[in-house]
């Protein structure tokens, strides 16, 4: 088992309730793991929020792990290590 810190900013923080949270995942979970996890937690609300009608995340979200942008490193098949810190980052509205 490992322990990661997930922080939610602008909206999402709204739909989870809290900017942060503390999860215990089993080794070897990817980031697209934690999404799965974090929508069943959190609801459709969630899921709506990370995912596109087709059901694919939506490329307009960030990932970071570390700081690091998923992108650069295995994208969704990033592999989570203990300690990590994941940042979901929503495009920001404005205008």
Known sequence: MISIKVHFLFNLRRIVGKKE????????????DLIELLIR????????ALKKDDG?????IT????GRNV??????????????VVSIIPPAGGG
């Open 21 to 32: 949270v503390l999860l215990r995942l089993e080794n070897g979970m990817t980031i697209k």
């Open 63 to 66: 990932f970071l792990v570390n």
């Open 71 to 84: 992108d650069f490193i295995k994208s969704f098949e990033t592999i989570l290590s203990n300690g990590d």
């Open 56 to 60: 694919k995340i939506n490329p307009s």
């Open 41 to 48: 937690q959190y609801g459709e609300s969630l899921e709506k």
